[in-house]
């Protein structure tokens, strides 16, 4: 298993509310990702990160911010959560030394925007 | 920009007999490439990957992939399928320096 953690695994939470889904890695891995995905469909990119300080911009970037303060740490926020919110997130990291390799998921965290 | 393609949303096949689920990829330069595998309610697993050299990868519980440089794919196989290889496969892509790109996922079926 892979050492990426994200909290909570579910979260129901009402429309209009600011919420933070944390993710967190021990691997000392340099890029960390976010994607959204409905129940058997795709995945799609929302942000990404190369290192500390880098926030990068992914398809469905619009309705929520990052932050990369900590190499391990990789909070995805949004500020007002709508019931289109309504999906599972992953969290996901990758060893970067010069050249790319696979990524590492986290379990997920189901959100409910009721 | 980068993109991956599976052209097929469901494969089905008998436990037993071999296995192939298609992806095509296009990026500029040399590609990334990945198979990942999703049981339901689960993270994304990591099954293979393509860097460089042999274009014959080889990856866990007995998935091997191809990587085709001339016809830009990389096809998941397999030579004998069991019922629990069931699940949701995804392709994915990243040129080098950006990020992980996935197909939109092809759904395994192997029925006993």
């Known amino acids: 298993e892979a050492d990426i953690y994200q909290t909570p695994r579910y979260l129901v939470i009402g429309t209009g509310k600011k919420i933070t889904l944390e993710c967190s890695q021990t691997m000392g891995h340099d890029k960390m990702y976010w994607y959204q995905q409905d129940p058997g469909m795709e995945l799609h990119l929302i942000h990404y990160?190369?290192?500390?300080?880098?926030?990068e911009k992914g398809d469905l970037s619009s309705e929520s911010t990052v932050s990369r303060i900590r190499t391990e740490h990789f909070p995805l926020t949004l500020e007002s959560a709508r019931p289109s919110h309504t999906s599972q997130y992953l969290c996901?990291?990758?060893?970067?030394?010069?050249?790319?390799?696979?990524?590492?998921f986290g379990q997920g965290t189901r959100l409910t925007v009721v | 920009a980068q993109s991956v393609a599976q052209p097929e949303d469901q494969v089905n096949v008998a436990e037993g007999n071999p296995l192939t689920v298609k992806c095509t990829y296009s990026v500029s330069g040399n590609p990334y490439l990945f198979w990942y595998v999703q049981y339901p309610n689960r993270g994304l697993q990591f099954l293979l990957k393509y860097i460089t050299g042999d274009n014959l990868v080889k990856g866990s519980y007995g998935f091997e992939a191809e990587f085709n440089k001339s016809q830009t794919s990389f096809h998941l196989k397999k030579p004998s399928a069991l019922v629990s290889d069931s699940a949701l496969y995804f392709c994915?892509?990243?040129?080098?320096?950006?990020?992980?790109?996935f197909g939109k996922g092809t759904t395994l079926s192997v029925s006993s």
């Open positions: 990160s190369y290192g500390v300080n880098s926030t």
């Open positions: 996901a990291s990758s060893e970067y030394a010069g050249r790319d390799t696979e990524a590492f």
């Open positions: 994915a892509v990243i040129q080098a320096g950006t990020a992980l790109i």
